[in-house]
């Protein structure tokens, strides 16, 4: 009893302290937390609990659009089925489906459904975030959020361009911000904002030791400018993959130097040699091996990124493709230590669970019927069903613009062609494709090995493209082997946002690119295998009527000064093939 | 320590001042850790056991001294350290004091360099609630060419800490600081502690529990209390230790280790006194041991008990909960016995 009251005084002298020291505040600090509760009003909404249907474990997330696009992380997705439960903080749940997923990048894009008017997040630089800037965390720890509003943390920046090791081959985090503000169990996958309530990463990992699953002041968060690269390709369903390079650099005494580069790899056919001096990649100077791995390891596969080098004879630009790190056609278990741990949450929630809203672990609810058809499970994707929905939308576009007459099975395509300097022809047909140029005439015979080296050099692929294109705009899947949307990209040289669609055909992998609002494609790119470079095709300013179609001006871009040189196009003859 | 636990609430209300305020008058947080990072430099040496292969160091001069904690890695030599730049360094030890848990290194360079440094004569204090950063090579986190990593936090109280590790006794007599973050992980000792202007006002201290509650403590010494051992090693002498280590000891109280764990020894009527036990309180944790009159104690775990000084101060290290073993002489040969202790 005397204890209890001695307690009770003690309380209340603490709370008489407290608000005395209330009283004598200064503005500056009133203003500072008056802009923090701005901020936290303006995310919160945005802030998702991630759950499977059956309610137990569960992680974080981040709207990012009003039709319910998400981020979470993989490892938090990965337990949680194909179709999960999403929390807002309006208090209402939401049913949501896998969309894409980035087993190396662990990022997992996921859509909630049922409004088109979400709350989403704003993204900021997190290439500007300086070591010091104050951040807050938003997320689910612990499944707290009984009734979905999310905690808060607060920390500062403890470290940029982190590197954490992956865990086996994957759940590599390149380039990361490290935080001290407290992550914890189920606070994974939701976002960092920074104190304006712009989203700079999604908190991902921590340093647990011997203190147990619990932060320790050490967190990691993926970069959202990783994630914004990612996104567009995740949004096409697939399982979408890092990249590698053929060549390997290390330091040596301070300058990034090749170590080796593949004899059949692009970089070496443009003349780079072990021992060159790497400037910059992507767009970003180096000082280190590890700036490169970081500049790397945030980058999706497929992309096409600049690349400056220096050797004896001076600096050099050129651009590189980069290459598929894993090819997962299955979404990669996670190790055991990465897995949900439901120890780590529920037993702790055990005690309260009592009384508290929301949070009644029911069986789980069958998928509503309205959703189930927004699932397709196929090799290489997450969900194959969006892939569908894009190709249906790009595929359909294209067969409405190319007149009929055009596809007709056995109609040949006769391009009148012109540079400053000469004319010439450029024509397609079923069986062949040829170019007649200053009386000679070059020509590819599909029947013999389709291949770009059955052209001659200086054509750098554009016949092989050419026929590529008359089966393409027929817009008949059973004529490839395989066609996919890959997602959007900026392509080189122009580096125009396009949305590309990949077909393969044999051996022949073409990249078509589309731009927003024309049913044409901008281009392709089209490559035939290791040791070959690709044909980089151009098209512009596409002239249409009633019975024929043909683009301006045909360009090839010439790799090795990346820059496009165009053809003028005056007609095109479209009719049956001379025998 | 109360009275330290109050004032350590109310500071947690003035966290944004302390870091914050004046903002027209002092340098933004970035600017600050971009000015101090690069005088923290990150060790890597040789781990032992569960202990880490990495640590902190802060440059105290522009030739490259540097203060770091008297621990494993600076005792195993092939001791390493790297510069916010990049920079590899092999270090020279120059001086140690056992009593502070300080070493002194120097950067071992080819030709004469200029550092970034601090200057730890002039260092600043903190009082309780003042808003502070703490710089370390916490987990080895920034592996590349990269600065280590920093943290904000608050001071808790200024107080003597009663911790340690096991049987090693946190050896700093005089008040130390507590902060309110996690800011002693592994590979954080040595690290800088500044306050929110970047004034450095401490080293954080290695990782050590405390003796009352053994939760890990966040701590740091403060830079004043090591700057006497620091000039002394500079100038080239011994820092005296004139405590001998034997009187750091944590010893239970006879009344204790009756009351506690059931056992009386005899009376330490000579400098070694052996470990017999005179009697076994029936009921108690001794008994439930099996523990007897007339057994001695030769070892506590892995540590040899050479009187009932050694008995008493190996005891008083454990914790409730613990199973200790016991090996006693009985009738000439060794017995050993679990004692759970209450």
Redesign the interface.
Same mark, same amino acid.
């Given at each position: 009893m005397t204890s209890l009251r001695r307690r009770i005084l003690v309380l209340m002298a603490f709370l008489l302290t407290a608000s005395a020291f209330a009283a004598d505040v200064p503005e500056t600090v009133k203003e500072r937390e008056q802009r923090r509760i701005k901020t936290i009003e303006k995310i919160a909404p945005s802030v998702v609990c991630v759950m499977p249907a059956s309610g137990a474990g569960g992680g974080s997330g981040v709207l990012i659009s009003a039709d319910g696009y998400a981020i979470s992380n993989y490892h938090v997705t990965s337990g949680s089925g194909d179709f999960m439960k999403c929390g807002l903080n309006d208090g209402k749940l939401y049913d949501a489906v896998i969309v894409g997923i980035d087993p190396t990048g662990d990022v997992a894009l996921i859509k909630l459904l049922g409004r088109d008017d979400f709350p989403f997040c704003e993204p900021g630089d997190s290439d500007a975030v300086r070591m010091g800037d104050e951040v807050v965390a938003l997320g689910n720890p612990f499944l707290l959020a009984g009734d979905f509003t999310p905690t808060v943390t607060y920390g500062i920046v403890s470290g940029v361009r982190r590197y954490q090791y992956p865990a086996g081959t994957f759940l590599e985090y390149t380039d990361c911000i490290q935080v001290d503000a407290s992550i914890n169990p189920g606070n994974s996958g939701g976002p960092l904002f920074d104190i304006d309530g712009r989203w700079i990463g999604i908190n991902g990992r921590a340093s647990f030791e011997k203190r147990g699953r619990i932060n320790t002041g050490a967190a990691y968060a993926i970069s959202v400018r990783q994630v914004l690269l990612f996104v567009e390709h995740l949004r096409s369903g697939r399982i979408v993959d890092h990249a590698r390079t053929e060549f390997t650099v290390e330091t040596n005494d301070g300058v990034v130097e090749f170590s080796s580069v593949s004899q059949l790899s692009e970089p070496y056919r443009r003349g780079v040699r072990s021992g060159d001096e790497l400037v910059s990649f992507a767009g970003r100077s180096l000082t280190s091996a590890n700036d490169f791995k970081n500049i790397l390891g945030i980058l999706p596969e497929g992309t096409r990124v600049p690349m400056t080098w220096r050797n004896d004879d001076g600096i050099h630009r050129t651009t590189v493709r980069l290459l598929p790190l894993h090819g997962f056609e299955e979404a990669p278990e996670l190790p055991g230590d990465r897995q949900p741990q439901p120890g780590d949450e529920d037993e702790q929630d055990k005690p309260q669970r009592p009384g508290r809203p929301g949070m009644q672990r029911k069986p789980p609810p069958p998928v509503p019927a309205q959703w189930k058809h927004l699932f397709k499970k196929q090799k290489g994707y997450a969900n194959a069903y969006f892939n569908e929905q894009h190709m249906k939308r790009l595929v359909e576009r294209l067969r409405e613009a190319v007149p009929s007459e055009l596809t007709k099975a056995d109609t040949q395509w006769v391009f009148a062609v012109a540079t400053e300097k000469s004319t010439g022809e450029l024509g397609v047909s079923p069986k062949a494709a040829w170019l007649q140029w200053e009386g000679g005439r070059s020509s590819l015979q599909p029947a013999a090995e389709v291949a770009q080296s059955n052209e001659p050099d200086e054509f750098g692929g554009v016949l092989t493209a050419l026929l590529q294109m008359r089966k393409f705009f027929r817009a008949d899947d059973e004529l490839f082997s395989e066609t996919f949307f890959h997602g959007d990209e900026h392509i080189a040289p122009s580096g125009a946002h396009v949305e590309v669609v990949v077909t393969k055909d044999d051996l022949i992998k073409c990249r078509w690119y589309f731009m927003e609002g024309n049913p044409l494609p901008i281009g392709l790119d089209l490559q035939t295998g290791a040791g070959e470079d690709e044909a980089r095709l151009r098209f512009d300013a596409w002239k249409t009527d009633s019975s024929v179609l043909y683009p301006s001006r045909i360009g090839v871009v010439d790799a090795d000064r990346e820059e496009t040189d165009w053809m003028d196009v005056s007609s095109i003859r479209v009719g049956a093939p001379a025998k | 320590m109360k009275n330290c636990t109050?004032k350590t #609430?109310?500071s947690a #209300?003035?966290l944004? @001042?302390g870091l914050?305020?004046?903002?027209n008058k002092t340098p @933004?947080?970035?600017?600050?850790? &971009?000015s101090r990072?690069e005088t923290v430099v990150k060790l890597f040496g040789a781990g032992v056991g569960n202990l880490d292969s990495y640590g902190s160091g802060i440059i105290i001069s522009e030739d490259g001294l540097v203060a770091t904690v008297w621990n494993h890695l600076v005792n195993n030599g092939f001791l390493t350290a790297v510069t916010a730049d !990049?920079q590899r360094h092999e270090v020279i030890v120059v001086g140690t004091s056992l009593k502070h848990d300080l070493a002194i290194l120097r950067l071992d360079t080819a030709e004469p360099q200029k550092f970034p440094f601090i200057d730890y004569k002039s260092s600043g204090a903190l009082k309780t609630g003042d808003g502070l950063?703490a710089f370390s090579n &916490?987990?080895h #986190?920034?592996? !590349?060419?990269?600065? #280590? @990593?920093?943290?904000?936090g608050v001071l808790a109280c200024e107080t003597p800490l009663d911790a340690g590790l096991g049987r090693w006794q946190f050896p700093v007599k005089s008040p130390v600081y507590l902060i309110d973050?996690?800011?002693n992980? @592994?590979g954080a000792a040595g690290g800088l502690v500044t306050d929110s202007r970047g004034v450095p006002v401490g080293m954080l201290g290695r990782e050590i529990r405390h003796r009352d509650t053994n939760m890990?403590v966040n701590y740091a010494v403060p830079l004043r209390t090591l700057e006497p051992a620091i000039s002394t090693i500079l100038s080239g002498q011994r820092v005296r230790d004139d405590e001998p280590e034997e009187e750091d000891r944590v010893l239970l109280s006879d009344r204790k280790l009756t009351a506690v764990f059931g056992i009386t020894v005899l009376p330490a009527i000579l400098k070694k006194t052996p470990a017999y036990i005179d009697r076994i309180v029936p009921g108690s944790a001794a008994a439930a041991a099996e523990l007897q009159r007339g057994d001695l104690v030769l070892m506590v775990e892995d540590d040899v008990i050479q009187s009932v000084e050694d008995l008493r101060a190996a005891l008083a290290t454990h914790r409730k909960g613990q199973s200790i073993s016991l090996t006693v002489n009985r009738n000439d040969s060794l017995a050993v016995k679990t004692l759970v202790v209450p």
């Amino acid at each position: 009893m005397t204890s209890l009251r001695r307690r009770i005084l003690v309380l209340m002298a603490f709370l008489l302290t407290a608000s005395a020291f209330a009283a004598d505040v200064p503005e500056t600090v009133k203003e500072r937390e008056q802009r923090r509760i701005k901020t936290i009003e303006k995310i919160a909404p945005s802030v998702v609990c991630v759950m499977p249907a059956s309610g137990a474990g569960g992680g974080s997330g981040v709207l990012i659009s009003a039709d319910g696009y998400a981020i979470s992380n993989y490892h938090v997705t990965s337990g949680s089925g194909d179709f999960m439960k999403c929390g807002l903080n309006d208090g209402k749940l939401y049913d949501a489906v896998i969309v894409g997923i980035d087993p190396t990048g662990d990022v997992a894009l996921i859509k909630l459904l049922g409004r088109d008017d979400f709350p989403f997040c704003e993204p900021g630089d997190s290439d500007a975030v300086r070591m010091g800037d104050e951040v807050v965390a938003l997320g689910n720890p612990f499944l707290l959020a009984g009734d979905f509003t999310p905690t808060v943390t607060y920390g500062i920046v403890s470290g940029v361009r982190r590197y954490q090791y992956p865990a086996g081959t994957f759940l590599e985090y390149t380039d990361c911000i490290q935080v001290d503000a407290s992550i914890n169990p189920g606070n994974s996958g939701g976002p960092l904002f920074d104190i304006d309530g712009r989203w700079i990463g999604i908190n991902g990992r921590a340093s647990f030791e011997k203190r147990g699953r619990i932060n320790t002041g050490a967190a990691y968060a993926i970069s959202v400018r990783q994630v914004l690269l990612f996104v567009e390709h995740l949004r096409s369903g697939r399982i979408v993959d890092h990249a590698r390079t053929e060549f390997t650099v290390e330091t040596n005494d301070g300058v990034v130097e090749f170590s080796s580069v593949s004899q059949l790899s692009e970089p070496y056919r443009r003349g780079v040699r072990s021992g060159d001096e790497l400037v910059s990649f992507a767009g970003r100077s180096l000082t280190s091996a590890n700036d490169f791995k970081n500049i790397l390891g945030i980058l999706p596969e497929g992309t096409r990124v600049p690349m400056t080098w220096r050797n004896d004879d001076g600096i050099h630009r050129t651009t590189v493709r980069l290459l598929p790190l894993h090819g997962f056609e299955e979404a990669p278990e996670l190790p055991g230590d990465r897995q949900p741990q439901p120890g780590d949450e529920d037993e702790q929630d055990k005690p309260q669970r009592p009384g508290r809203p929301g949070m009644q672990r029911k069986p789980p609810p069958p998928v509503p019927a309205q959703w189930k058809h927004l699932f397709k499970k196929q090799k290489g994707y997450a969900n194959a069903y969006f892939n569908e929905q894009h190709m249906k939308r790009l595929v359909e576009r294209l067969r409405e613009a190319v007149p009929s007459e055009l596809t007709k099975a056995d109609t040949q395509w006769v391009f009148a062609v012109a540079t400053e300097k000469s004319t010439g022809e450029l024509g397609v047909s079923p069986k062949a494709a040829w170019l007649q140029w200053e009386g000679g005439r070059s020509s590819l015979q599909p029947a013999a090995e389709v291949a770009q080296s059955n052209e001659p050099d200086e054509f750098g692929g554009v016949l092989t493209a050419l026929l590529q294109m008359r089966k393409f705009f027929r817009a008949d899947d059973e004529l490839f082997s395989e066609t996919f949307f890959h997602g959007d990209e900026h392509i080189a040289p122009s580096g125009a946002h396009v949305e590309v669609v990949v077909t393969k055909d044999d051996l022949i992998k073409c990249r078509w690119y589309f731009m927003e609002g024309n049913p044409l494609p901008i281009g392709l790119d089209l490559q035939t295998g290791a040791g070959e470079d690709e044909a980089r095709l151009r098209f512009d300013a596409w002239k249409t009527d009633s019975s024929v179609l043909y683009p301006s001006r045909i360009g090839v871009v010439d790799a090795d000064r990346e820059e496009t040189d165009w053809m003028d196009v005056s007609s095109i003859r479209v009719g049956a093939p001379a025998k | 320590m109360k009275n330290c636990t109050i004032k350590t #609430v109310l500071s947690a #209300v003035m966290l944004a @001042s302390g870091l914050t305020a004046d903002e027209n008058k002092t340098p @933004s947080v970035p600017d600050i850790v &971009e000015s101090r990072q690069e005088t923290v430099v990150k060790l890597f040496g040789a781990g032992v056991g569960n202990l880490d292969s990495y640590g902190s160091g802060i440059i105290i001069s522009e030739d490259g001294l540097v203060a770091t904690v008297w621990n494993h890695l600076v005792n195993n030599g092939f001791l390493t350290a790297v510069t916010a730049d !990049g920079q590899r360094h092999e270090v020279i030890v120059v001086g140690t004091s056992l009593k502070h848990d300080l070493a002194i290194l120097r950067l071992d360079t080819a030709e004469p360099q200029k550092f970034p440094f601090i200057d730890y004569k002039s260092s600043g204090a903190l009082k309780t609630g003042d808003g502070l950063l703490a710089f370390s090579n &916490e987990y080895h #986190v920034a592996t !590349g060419n990269e600065p #280590v @990593s920093v943290m904000h936090g608050v001071l808790a109280c200024e107080t003597p800490l009663d911790a340690g590790l096991g049987r090693w006794q946190f050896p700093v007599k005089s008040p130390v600081y507590l902060i309110d973050a996690i800011v002693n992980n @592994s590979g954080a000792a040595g690290g800088l502690v500044t306050d929110s202007r970047g004034v450095p006002v401490g080293m954080l201290g290695r990782e050590i529990r405390h003796r009352d509650t053994n939760m890990w403590v966040n701590y740091a010494v403060p830079l004043r209390t090591l700057e006497p051992a620091i000039s002394t090693i500079l100038s080239g002498q011994r820092v005296r230790d004139d405590e001998p280590e034997e009187e750091d000891r944590v010893l239970l109280s006879d009344r204790k280790l009756t009351a506690v764990f059931g056992i009386t020894v005899l009376p330490a009527i000579l400098k070694k006194t052996p470990a017999y036990i005179d009697r076994i309180v029936p009921g108690s944790a001794a008994a439930a041991a099996e523990l007897q009159r007339g057994d001695l104690v030769l070892m506590v775990e892995d540590d040899v008990i050479q009187s009932v000084e050694d008995l008493r101060a190996a005891l008083a290290t454990h914790r409730k909960g613990q199973s200790i073993s016991l090996t006693v002489n009985r009738n000439d040969s060794l017995a050993v016995k679990t004692l759970v202790v209450p």
